[in-house]
């Protein structure tokens, strides 16, 4: 069993790092990604990042402007979003999936955590 808690800083500057703790054990084994949903739309993938962080994928929207890591000995993913748009605007949430893959899919992620609301102002 894994529980995960998002945190992040609410209205943000124009770079902001949001942080996922996760509690449980074998925490480095599972892949993990951040997924968003802004107001009247579907949840989307954001980023993923394979057990050991040596693999990653991005969402087109983000490419280049965000980055997702994670450590392993804190039990931490992390979110590095530089950039900001108002577009960007949404809830963001941190997921965790057995297996080793990678997955902009949302259905294979079973750990999910409550959600941090982000807001970029124009």
């Known amino acids: 069993q894994v529980q995960l808690q998002e945190s992040g800083p609410g209205l943000v500057k124009p770079s902001q790092t949001l942080s996922c703790a996760a509690s449980?054990?074998?925490?480095?084994?599972?892949?993990m990604g951040w997924f968003r949903q802004a107001p009247g739309k579907e949840r989307e993938f954001v980023a993923g990042?394979?057990?050991?962080?040596?693999?990653?994928a991005y969402a087109d929207s983000v490419k280049g402007r965000f980055t997702i890591s994670r450590d392993n000995a804190k039990n931490t993913m992390y979110l590095q979003m530089n950039s900001l748009k108002p577009e960007d605007t949404a809830v963001y949430y941190c997921?965790?999936?057995?297996?080793?893959?990678?997955?902009?899919?949302?259905?294979?992620?079973?750990?999910w955590g409550q959600g941090t609301q982000v807001t970029v102002s124009s």
């Open positions: 990042v394979s057990g050991s962080g040596g693999t990653t």
């Open positions: 997921a965790a999936k057995r297996g080793t893959v990678v997955t902009p899919i949302a259905a294979p992620y079973i750990y």
């Open positions: 449980g054990q074998l925490f480095s084994t599972y892949p």
